[in-house]
Structure formats: structure tokens, C-alpha cells
């Protein structure tokens, strides 16, 4: 340099060498000596400085003649003159400017330490810092050396106090803050430092003193972005000197074409606001999102612009449900969706950074999923898998917006299916299986794709064939959920709930069939073309395998024909083989249903093949023969039932009950029995035998819905009973049992109805204590091991008789089928027979019991809505009021007892009953003749069939009366007056304490008159029933006379034939109604309760009602207080005054309560 430019070193060394000597101090010089050092070397780096700004090359070749030790030299030796500090360090910045070289050179010869000694020396010196800054700040722009130099030297604070004590000057700040940026960026020790000098409040002071220089804003929010960024104390600080309002209102408004200054602004804002809450709240507040939008705007060609204005809006909107409004609000979701990611399609940069943005938007929002979705979100998504499935940071952006987009929002899941999304998920998780992070939010968002949207789960494992991967995301735990699972295991249980929500299993089956050419996505980057069988059968079996629900969804899908259609078509794959008949063990284990469906598809012939054709294959033959065992396991269930939970619990030696009428069995235990049965029938398909004494049930499966007492008693009772040769009764009681009520029933009715009878039966008559009601049952009292029970010499003395004679037994519970085949049963109509002369006291010889009841339930067909054709079986019931009266019980509020079956009551004909076996028939029927149970051919005529008819009439007469009545059809007189002959009870109440005057009338709730029935015939009914002495005026159960219920619609004619009666309304009759039910209450009372020993079991010590009180008690009950049940009743427990009294008096009161 000096060779081509002569002259001007001759001009460059003077200066040079001025600074040297003149810089040197002398001994004995005085302070005039020493000013006027200061000034020639003031002056010479003064003259240098001129010259390096006025050629070009000067300063190169300054640097070659030792400019820079020089300058340093003189800085050293006069550290007192800021004259010499100001203009050494300015001239210094000029010779090192732009020259990596003259700055290293600098740097190695202490420069950096004695420029930021010349600015602590001279911290009030304007000059001083100016230029003394400006020469660091190019110092530690040549590199790493430099600003570790400036670092160790405490540059940072140095450059701070110079920024807070001088921030008017504009050059002092421009290289400052510059200067700040570069030495606490990486710098933790420094970033401390800096905070510790309040750098934050020096950079907010000098970025709002110099609000329109693009320099300050750019290096000051720089630096800020180190000094704040994790650091909540900071955040806040920031937020509390107003940094956050400024550089959303002013540095981002005022430098809106800057882009290096909305680069740095944006990506301080982030960090401002970044999991801050109050700072969140307030960037909402001043309008961060129009400047947002703005921005997006004008900088949409700069790429960094655009990264950093996306962070910054993901960090605003973070769980900050306010601000995701705000964004929505202002078209941020659509912007980002149809602007941003569309026209930044190349840059993965923009990609990541918008869609990980674009998540956090909608996240937990469904309005702005919404929008997303209309916006076009999912295919500006797929569009990114498309383009960028191998950048990872992309993909695991792409892979979580479209989970939240797609988050129990229907619409975008189908969008999603649509636009390829779905298919490009799985391609993800193949692509990119080493990647943790990425696995775990793909899974998650395939997932959430899946669940209950069964459309989207057919495409991804029919159009996608991504059953691997759907089954691997199902298995994966809950986002955030704390499991103590090892790794290696999953919940099983959770899988196939959301199997089924997703529809899986029935995706799986469509896929093992095959699958249609036009289901995957014309957009699809799949690279797999199907599924194979095997990950199919194992997706199913793992799906189903213990699972009653799936397992009966999978039976419905055609999982079984597409299994069995696996297994005959992969003919040498061992594989889908053993696959194939392990999935269709899980499917048919435990359940009946899919077992029936098998043997159907011929799934014996089809396991039985695979262990053909794998003779030497271990694992097949096993998944066969397990899968074999399962599909008939109902055949050997007799064998086996001792080895289930409910056999093993009866398998003691059991209790010897001699007398077969003491086996009644509890309702709790016929209970227990039902639902063991139910739980068989349901996991095992149970076939009748093929030869048999029913020809009807010959190879038909036993289901629950139909199963009959037949069927309980050959698949159940018996088995249950093998090793003890007893009764049923006798293997689940601890004692005797004596039945409190005798059942009267057809074998052939379902036995979930009868049980469901009985069942109301136990709550309409005991309240309290229902389950432990016994009921004598012949099916369940029976030794159906040992000799015929039932038939004896004398019929009378058989278990069914003995238990209704029983003191303990209070009735007959007749239990009819909708065809009312109990009626037509022999056995049946002599224990109708019985029962009456029980009521009436014709077996007073047999018996002391005053009282006896009969009540007859009933299962009835019902439409359970209109025009929908379902049916349903509604139980009702006819509870026994004495004299004829009946109490109508329902399941259901607004279902009526059938009264069809009172009408086959007085039709009975003992001689055209049957029974199972004709013997037993003809031994009644000669019992009825001739008092001996001869099995020989009886009488085909005779008096007492006549009697007993008779007798059986009776029971049902005054209900038939009432239905007569009510339904009034044609020969309805001719029909009454038969019944009035049969000594019906014209004031017998029937249903809702009405009768049969008040059906007449009209007043049946469930009133069905004959269309052909006229005005004329109700009224000569009505004037019928009153010659036969119908109470005019009783009260029905809804305080209501036959005047109140009909008086405004009865023709004249029969309203004047009510008033000509002496009819009455409510109020004029109930103080004599009121005395009536008194003393009709007092007499049946007393018939139980006439003294202590009769009443209460122990006498005068007992507090346990004797079977006469109860029966008393149900008289009362049923024949009173159910008629009046508005009205306040009280019964009064009176004892005598000795020791103990009135704790007996209370529990005895209790007993009379319960009862």
C-alpha cells in the first residue's frame, strides 16, 4: 500500500509518530507541558482520522504504519484527557471500520479493555461515550474473540450506563444498543449483568427517545429479546415501563416498511408475552391483532417477516380463549389458511412456523375451527404433508394443527378425509418411525381423526391401509394421562372403547372383504397399497377379545363370514391361518350370538380345514381348537356348570327339606338364578338335543327372551342338582322355607316373565322385604331326580296343595301369558278351584285360615310408540280386595290389566284342559270324581267338572262384569245378566276403584266401548246394574262418585236414571263413605288382632305379626286403604303397663307399618 500511495504516507507517519511521542510522559513536565501533550495528540488522531475518512485506503495503510498500537498507545498514557479519549477512540472506530483484519489487530493489542476503561474513566463525557461506544461496537463486530474480550471486561454494564446517562444523543445510542444486542446474545453471565444494570429500562427509555430511528428499534429490541426471553421478572418489567403497548403501537406502526425492524419488533413481542398471561391480555387489548393483520399484509413476500409475526401471534393467543376471539375476529385464521400457507408453499420455514400458529388458534375453540375448516384448512394442511414429508419440524406442525383443527368437530373430519389429510397422517407415521415426537402427535391426531367418525376410520384402514398405525394410536395413552403401565403394555379396555366409537371393527371387516377402488383420496400419498390379512385379524381379535359389546358389533359387521372367508382362501398361509382362527376364538368366546352365527357360516368345517391343511403347524392347531372349544361350549355347559362362580357357591352339601310343600323358594334367589342364566345363555349357545319328548324343540338354541321352565329345568336345575339327587330349593336355602304365596303357572311361559310377575307381585304386597318373599314353585320344589311329587291317592295331600293349606302361605298368584294359557292347563284350573274354595272357607276342614287371596298378573304385548311396530311386554296385575274386588297394579303408569283374561276365566272348562302328561289330567279329573288320583280313564261327563267350573267362574266373574261394562259390546245385557246369575258382585271395584256402574257409565280409564254400542244399550246396562243393587254413590280412588265422573256427559236418559237412584256428588256422600271404610276397617282388623298370641308371633312378649294379622293387614289394605289411599289413616298399637311395654308397643307398630 505504501509503494502505490507515496505521498500519502508521508502524510500518515508524522501523525503516526506524533501519536507516539507526544502520548509519552517526561519526567519534571509541568501541567502546561502536559496540556499541550493532550493537544498535539488530540490533534494528530485528529488529522489522521481526517484522513482516513477522506481516502479510501488510508486507513488500511494507517493500520500498516502502526496506526492502531498508536492510538491505543495514546489512549493508555493519557487516560485524564477526554479531549485525547474522545478523539482517540473516534479515530480508532474510523480505522477499524469494516476491517476484520485492523479490529482483530485491535483486539489482540487490548483495545477492547482500554476502550471501555476510556468509558468508565469519563462516564459523564458525552464525546467520550460516543465514540468510545462506537469504537466497541466495531471491536466486537470482527468476532467470538472480541466480544469475549469485551465480556470479560464488563463491557455490557459499561455500555449500559453510557445508554442510560446519554440517550438523547442519537449516534451514542444507535451504536449502543447495537453493541448491547451483540454481547448478551448466548450470554447468560451477561444477559445478568445487563439486567442487574437496568438495561431493560435503558433500552425502553432510548427506543421511545428515538421512536423514528429503524437502528435504535432494531439492535434495542435485539438485545430485549435476549435480556427477557425466560425470564417472567423481566417479562413483567417489560411490560411495566410499556414496552408491550409501545412496540405494538408504536415501532411496528412507524416502521411498517422496515422489515428488519418488524422482524426483531415481532420476535420481541413473542417473547413479551410468551406464557404471560397479563401481558397476553394486554397485547389484545391495544390491537395487536389489526397489526397483525397489516403486517401480514405488507411484508408477505419476506419470509422472516412473515416466521416471526406468526410466532408472535401464537404466543398472543396461547390459551388465551380472549385473544383466539380477538384473532378469529380480525380474519387471522383465514389469513393464515388461505394467505400465508398458500403463498409460502415452498418454504418450510413459513410452513412450520404458520401451522404451528394455525393449532394453537383453534385449539380448544370450535368457532375457529370452524372457520379454519371453511377456510380451507385442511387442504392447505395436506398440501404441506405433501410437499414437505420429510422435513420433520414441518411435519410435526402439520401433524398438530390438524388434531386441534379436526378435535370432536364432525365437519373437519370429513374435511380432512377429503382433502387427503387423513391418508397423509399415516404416511407420516411410516416415514418417520424414529422420530418420538412425531409418532406421539401423529397418533394422537389420527386419533382424534378416527373416533367416532366411523367414515374416517374405513378410509384410513380400507383406503389408506393404515390398520397398523390406527391400532397403534388407539393404543397409545390419553395426551397428559399418567399411567404406571410399563412402557411395553397398553390398556386393553381403552382400545376397544375407542374402537368401537371409531367404528374399527367394522372398517377391518370391509377391508378383510376388499377393498373398493374409488375409496382412497385422489390427493393420497400413501405408499402401501392394502392392509394384510394378518395385521387385519389381529386389529379384530384385539378389538373384540373379552369384549361382550364389540364382539356382538363385529358379529353384526360380518366379521365372522369375512374370518371364515380368510381361512378358505389363504389355502397354504400359515399366518392368516392362525391369525384368522384366532380372531374368530375372540369373536364368538363368551358369546352365544356370534356362536350361533358361526355354526351358520359352517365355522367347524372351516377350523377343522386349517387344522387339515397345517398338519405340522403347532400354532395353528392350538388357535383352531381354542377357537373350536369356544364356538361349542354350550354343548358341554351341563358338564362344566359346577366349575362357574354360581356352582361352586351351591356345591356344599346342601339342607334336606323332607316336605316338599316347605320348599318355597325367595325371590332373592330366583333372582340370583336368573341373572347366573342369563349371564350362561349369553356366553354360551345351549342347543336342545335333537331327539326328546318336544318334538318343538328339537336343535333349537336356547335364548333367553324365549326360555321356558322346560328349558331351565333340563339345562340349569338339573346339572345344578347332579351331584346332590335334590331339589333346587334344597341347594340354595340354609332351612325349610315356608312359601308365603303358592305359584299357579304354564311351564311354556318365559321364564324373564315369569320372574318379571313375580317381581311386581313381591313389591305391590311387600313393600319392604320384597326380596325375601317365598313362593312356592313346583319346577324349583320338586326332586325332578326322584318319583312324580304331585300325584298321590289323595291329590289333596300333594306338595302343591299341602303348601296352599300351610299356615304361613296367604295366597295364589296366578301367572297368565298373553294367550292365557295357565287357564287352559288342568293342573292350573284345579289350583284356580282350590284357591276359591280357600277364599270362600269350603276347605275349613283342611284348614283354620280365614282368609285367603288370589292374585293374577299378567304379560301383555304393547306398542312402545305409535306406527313404530317395536313391542313390548308390560306386567300388570290384578291384586285380590276380597268379595270380588281387585286392585289394578301396573309396571308402567298408564298400562291396564288385560281384562281378556278375565273373559277366558269364565269360559274355563276343566274337561278340555291338558296337562304335560295325560296321566296327570285323568288323575285330577278322577280325583274331582271320586276322591282317589287314578291314573285310569276318568268320566267324559259329570257334576263335579260343572262344580268346579262353576267355581273357577266365580273368581273372575266380577272382573268380566266390569269389562262388559266397560267395553259394551253387542249381547252385552244377555252377557251382564249371565254374570249377575254367577253371583258377580255388581259393587266389586276393579280398576281404580271403579265398577262395573261407573264402567257403564263411562268412566273406565282405559274405556274401549264397541263403535256399535248406543245410548240405548248403556243405559238399559246401567238400569240393569242398579235393579242389581249397584252402589249409586261410592267413591272411586279419585275421591269421585259416578255423578262426578260422567254427569257432564251422559245422555239425559241416564243421568236422570242416576239422579232418580238417589246419585250424589263426593261431598254430599263422604261422612257416610267416611263411617263405611271406618267400620269396615275396624271388623277386619279385628279378626287378626283379637288378642296377643293370635296377633304377634310370641304373644305378649312378640313383636313379629302372626300369619293372621298379616293376612288381615293385606285385607285392609287391599279391600280399603289402597280404594282411599288420599285419605289419613291411623291404626293404634295398645299393651299393657308392664316392664318393656313401650318398646314392644314401638316395634310392633314398625311391624304393623311395614306390613
Not at 603 to 626: K, P
Not at 699 to 724: A, C, I, K, M, N
Not at 774 to 784: G, L
Request: contains cysteine; glycine residues 6%; proline residues 3%.
Amino acid at each position: 500500500t505504501a509503494q502505490s500511495c507515496p505521498a500519502l504516507l508521508q502524510d500518515i507517519l508524522p501523525l503516526v509518530l506524533a501519536l507516539r511521542e507526544s502520548s509519552n510522559d517526561e519526567v519534571g513536565l509541568g501541567d502546561g507541558a502536559d496540556q499541550t501533550r493532550n493537544i498535539a495528540v488530540s490533534e494528530a488522531a485528529t488529522a489522521l482520522q481526517r484522513l482516513i475518512l477522506n481516502h479510501r485506503d488510508t486507513a488500511r495503510l494507517a493500520a500498516e504504519a502502526g496506526a492502531v498500537e498508536a492510538l491505543l498507545h495514546a489512549l493508555t498514557q493519557r487516560p485524564n484527557s477526554g479531549a485525547v479519549q474522545s478523539k482517540a477512540t473516534s479515530t480508532l472506530a474510523s480505522l477499524i471500520a469494516n476491517d476484520a483484519a485492523s479490529q482483530t489487530l485491535a483486539g489482540a493489542a487490548g483495545g477492547v479493555e482500554i476502550v471501555i476503561s476510556a468509558m468508565r474513566g469519563h462516564p459523564n463525557s458525552e464525546l467520550v461515550q460516543e465514540s468510545a461506544v462506537g469504537a466497541l461496537n466495531c471491536l466486537i463486530g470482527s468476532g467470538h474473540d472480541n466480544v469475549l474480550l469485551a465480556r470479560h471486561a464488563a463491557g455490557t454494564e459499561a455500555v449500559v450506563i453510557a445508554l442510560s446517562l446519554h440517550v438523547d444523543n442519537a449516534a451514542l445510542v444507535r451504536s449502543a444498543t447495537e453493541a448491547l444486542a451483540t454481547l448478551v446474545t448466548g450470554s447468560f453471565g451477561d444477559q445478568r449483568e445487563a439486567r442487574g444494570a437496568k438495561a431493560i429500562d435503558a433500552l425502553a427509555s432510548a427506543m421511545k427517545t428515538h421512536n423514528d430511528s429503524s437502528t435504535v428499534q432494531e439492535f434495542a429490541c435485539e438485545a430485549l429479546v435476549h435480556l427477557v426471553a425466560g425470564d417472567r421478572d423481566c417479562q413483567n418489567l417489560a411490560r411495566e415501563v410499556g414496552l408491550v403497548v409501545f412496540i405494538i403501537r408504536v415501532v411496528l406502526v412507524q416502521h411498517s416498511v422496515s422489515a428488519r425492524v418488524q422482524e426483531r419488533a415481532f420476535q420481541m413481542l413473542g417473547i413479551l408475552v410468551v406464557q404471560n398471561p397479563d401481558s397476553q391480555r394486554l397485547a389484545g387489548e391495544v390491537g395487536t391483532m389489526d397489526v397483525i393483520a397489516l403486517t401480514f399484509k405488507n411484508q408477505l413476500e419476506n419470509e422472516s417477516v412473515i416466521d416471526q409475526v406468526a410466532e408472535a401471534l401464537g404466543h398472543v393467543t396461547a390459551c388465551s380463549r380472549e385473544n383466539q376471539v380477538l384473532a378469529r375476529k380480525a380474519g387471522l385464521v383465514a389469513t393464515i389458511v388461505q394467505t400465508v400457507l398458500a403463498h409460502h408453499r415452498q418454504s418450510s420455514m413459513v410452513q412450520q412456523r404458520a401451522l404451528w400458529t394455525l393449532g394453537i388458534l383453534v385449539a380448544q375453540d370450535s368457532e375457529s375451527q370452524r372457520s379454519a375448516g371453511e377456510a380451507g384448512a385442511m387442504d392447505a394442511i395436506a398440501m404441506a404433508f405433501k410437499r414437505h414429508i420429510a422435513n420433520e419440524t414441518v411435519v410435526e406442525s402439520a401433524t398438530e394443527a390438524l388434531g386441534l383443527i379436526a378435535a370432536n368437530h364432525p365437519g373437519n373430519q370429513a374435511f380432512a378425509r377429503k382433502a387427503g389429510a387423513l391418508e397423509a397422517v399415516i404416511e407420516v407415521l411410516r416415514q418417520h418411525r424414529s422420530n418420538v415426537a412425531i409418532q406421539t402427535k401423529a397418533s394422537s391426531t389420527l386419533r382424534l381423526l378416527v373416533v367416532a367418525n366411523h367414515e374416517n376410520t374405513r378410509m384410513a384402514i380400507v383406503g389408506a391401509a393404515g390398520v397398523d398405525e390406527v391400532v397403534s394410536a388407539m393404543q397409545q395413552p390419553d395426551a397428559g394421562e399418567e399411567t404406571n403401565q410399563p412402557e411395553a403394555s397398553w390398556d386393553l379396555a381403552h382400545f376397544q372403547k375407542l374402537a368401537k366409537e371409531a367404528g374399527l371393527i367394522e372398517a377391518v371387516v370391509c377391508a378383510l372383504r376388499g377393498s373398493p377402488k374409488n375409496l382412497r383420496s385422489p390427493t393420497s400419498i400413501c405408499s402401501v397399497p392394502a392392509s394384510p390379512p394378518t395385521s387385519l385379524l389381529g386389529a379384530l381379535e384385539d378389538a373384540v377379545v373379552g369384549n361382550f359389546e364389540n364382539q356382538l358389533i363385529a358379529g353384526k359387521a360380518g366379521a365372522i363370514d369375512a374370518v371364515i372367508s380368510s381361512l378358505r382362501g389363504s389355502i397354504n398361509c400359515e399366518a392368516v391361518h392362525e391369525n384368522a382362527c384366532r380372531a374368530l376364538s375372540a369373536i364368538v368366546t363368551e358369546n352365544a350370538e356370534n356362536q350361533r352365527l358361526a355354526k351358520g357360516a359352517d365355522a367347524v368345517e372351516a377350523l377343522t380345514y386349517a387344522q387339515t391343511v397345517h398338519l405340522e403347524s403347532y400354532a395353528v392347531h392350538e388357535a383352531a381348537t381354542l377357537a373350536l372349544e369356544a364356538l361349542c361350549s354350550g354343548d358341554s355347559f351341563g358338564e362344566r356348570i359346577m366349575d362357574t362362580s354360581y356352582g361352586q357357591r351351591h356345591s356344599g352339601p346342601g339342607v334336606s327339606i323332607a316336605d316338599t310343600a316347605m320348599r318355597g323358594v325367595a325371590l332373592e334367589q330366583l333372582l340370583e338364578l336368573q341373572e347366573f342364566i342369563q349371564e350362561a345363555l349369553r356366553k354360551h349357545d345351549i342347543v336342545e338335543p335333537l331327539s326328546g319328548p318336544d318334538g318343538n324343540r328339537h336343535g333349537r338354541s336356547v335364548t333367553w327372551q324365549y326360555l321356558t321352565l322346560y328349558e331351565v329345568r333340563d339345562h340349569f336345575l338339573l346339572p345344578l342338582t347332579r351331584d346332590h339327587n335334590s331339589s333346587f330349593v334344597e341347594i340354595v336355602a340354609r332351612g325349610k322355607q315356608p312359601p308365603m304365596w303358592m305359584v299357579s303357572h304354564w311351564w311354556g311361559t318365559p321364564f324373564n316373565l315369569t320372574v318379571r310377575m313375580l317381581q311386581l307381585h313381591a313389591r305391590s304386597r311387600h313393600l319392604h322385604g320384597a326380596d325375601s318373599v317365598a313362593y312356592w314353585v313346583d319346577c324349583f320344589a320338586n326332586n325332578h331326580r326322584g318319583p312324580n311329587e304331585r300325584i298321590e291317592t289323595d291329590i289333596m295331600s300333594s306338595p302343591f296343595a299341602k303348601a296352599m293349606l300351610s299356615t304361613g302361605c296367604m295366597g295364589t298368584v296366578l301367572l297368565c301369558d298373553p294367550k292365557v294359557t295357565p287357564l287352559l292347563r288342568t293342573w292350573c284350573v284345579f289350583e284356580a278351584n282350590m284357591s276359591q274354595q280357600l277364599r270362600s272357607g269350603a276347605l275349613a276342614d283342611r284348614t283354620d285360615k280365614k282368609r285367603y287371596f288370589l292374585d293374577i298378573l299378567a304379560s301383555s304385548i304393547i306398542l312402545e310408540e305409535k306406527n313404530t311396530g317395536q313391542e313390548k311386554v308390560n306386567i300388570t296385575m290384578l291384586q285380590d280386595a276380597v268379595g270380588g274386588s281387585w286392585n289394578e297394579v301396573s309396571e308402567n303408569e298408564g298400562s291396564f290389566f288385560p281384562l281378556d283374561i278375565a273373559h277366558a276365566g269364565v269360559g274355563v272348562d276343566v274337561r278340555n284342559a291338558a296337562a304335560s302328561q295325560d296321566s296327570d289330567h285323568a288323575a285330577l279329573l278322577n280325583f274331582l270324581t271320586g276322591k282317589v288320583g287314578s291314573t285310569a280313564p276318568p268320566p267324559s261327563a259329570h257334576p263335579k267338572y260343572e262344580e268346579l267350573n262353576r267355581c273357577v267362574h266365580v273368581v273372575f266373574a266380577s272382573a268380566e262384569l266390569y269389562r262388559v261394562a266397560s267395553e259394551r259390546e253387542e249381547k252385552c245385557l244377555e252377557a251382564a245378566a249371565a254374570l249377575l246369575q254367577l253371583r258377580a258382585d255388581v259393587n266389586s271395584f276393579v280398576r281404580k276403584g271403579n265398577t262395573a256402574l261407573f264402567a257403564a257409565a263411562g268412566a273406565d280409564p282405559a274405556a274401549s266401548a264397541s263403535e256399535s254400542s248406543s245410548a240405548t244399550a248403556q243405559h238399559d246396562l246401567m238400569r240393569l246394574l242398579l235393579s242389581a243393587r249397584a252402589e249409586v254413590n261410592h267413591a272411586n280412588a279419585e275421591m269421585k262418585t259416578v255423578l262426578d265422573c260422567c254427569g257432564a256427559t251422559l245422555p239425559d236418559d241416564a243421568k236422570t236414571l242416576l239422579l232418580a237412584h238417589g246419585a250424589k256428588r263426593f261431598e254430599d256422600v263422604a261422612p257416610d263413605l267416611e263411617k263405611t271404610a271406618n267400620d269396615s276397617l275396624a271388623q277386619i282388623v279385628a279378626g287378626g288382632f283379637t288378642s296377643e298370641r293370635q296377633a304377634f308371633v310370641g304373644g305378649d312378649a312378640g313383636t313379629k305379626l302372626g300369619p293372621s294379622a298379616l293376612r288381615s293387614l293385606h285385607e285392609a289394605a287391599s279391600q280399603v286403604l289402597k280404594l282411599y289411599h288420599w285419605a289419613p289413616c291411623k291404626i293404634g298399637i295398645q299393651t299393657g303397663n308392664g316392664r318393656h311395654q313401650a318398646y314392644l308397643a314401638s316395634e310392633r307398630a314398625e311391624s304393623v307399618r311395614l306390613a
